[in-house]
């Protein structure tokens, strides 16, 4: 079974610019959160994403922004890249909505998509 | 106030101890409460949760929990080189809705 893929795995941008990541879930999930990951802040959390419906969100300015696809890909989009936004971007896959693809062991992280804003 | 704090480390412990780490956490609300297990460049991999107060045991690891204290801790015992990670501490707010990682304590096992 194929794990989580993300793409692009590394993107340099520009200030004022914008950035689509995508993620694709393991196959039969139907949940998909983002993250964000930087050495100051640790791994916060973006928004997830179930039924091609955003569920939860995280405290991120509007300029991040998501939707799922009926195939349960999900993209996120950055708008106005700031330097603040370098990150790691990473997406978890899970079988059920909000906590509970965690706690029946089902959530899986991809590897990453590394965000560099000059 | 974080709203979940862990120690960063570097944690060392001699390979075949018992390593524990800790956690506290300022949301009384919480419900469910996580570790994950990252190495360095990779992605994080869920190894434990629990949400009943008292230990919970999985192979070597043991996850502790207090609630009336507010913290939460992993132990994990016979550690070996390859449990050298960041080991992050999540925990659900109390509408369930997200979970809000700690940044983590970098774990070393010394031969």
Same mark, same amino acid.
């Given at each position: ?20 990541? @995508? ?7 139907? @949940? ?61 896959? @899970? ?24 | 106030?974080? #709203?979940? #704090?862990? =120690?960063? !480390?570097?944690?060392?412990?001699? #390979? ?5 780490? =800790? ?17 360095? !460049?990779?992605?994080? #991999? ?5 949400? /009943? =107060? !008292? ?10 929990? =207090? ?14 080189? /390859? ?29």
């Amino acid at each position: 079974k194929a794990g989580v893929t993300q793409t692009p795995r590394y993107l340099i941008k520009t200030r004022g610019q914008q950035v689509t990541l @995508s993620c694709s879930p393991i196959s039969g999930h139907r @949940s998909v959160s983002w993250y964000q990951q930087t050495p100051g802040q640790g791994l916060q959390f973006l928004f997830e994403y179930f039924s091609e419906t955003q569920r939860n969100k995280g405290n991120f300015p509007g300029r991040f922004s998501g939707r799922q696809f009926s195939n349960s890909r999900s993209e996120m989009n950055v708008s106005t890249l700031e330097l603040g936004d370098s990150a790691l971007y990473l997406c978890a896959s @899970s079988l059920t909505p909000g906590l509970a693809g965690a706690t029946q062991g089902t959530q899986y992280f991809g590897p990453g998509t590394r965000l560099l804003v000059l | 106030q974080k #709203e979940v #704090e862990q =120690n960063s !480390g570097p944690l060392s412990v001699p #390979e075949g101890a018992i390593a524990s780490l =800790n956690c506290t956490y300022s949301d009384r609300g919480s419900q469910s409460f996580f570790w994950y297990r990252q190495y360095s !460049g990779k992605s994080p #991999e869920l190894i434990m949760f629990i949400y /009943s =107060n !008292g230990d919970k045991e999985d192979g070597r690891f043991t996850a502790q929990l =207090n609630k009336a204290s507010q913290y939460v801790s992993l132990l994990i015992r016979d550690s070996q080189p /390859s449990d050298s990670a960041t080991y992050l501490c999540a925990v659900s707010n109390s509408s369930a809705s997200k979970i809000i990682f700690g940044s983590g304590t970098r774990l070393s096992i010394r031969p």
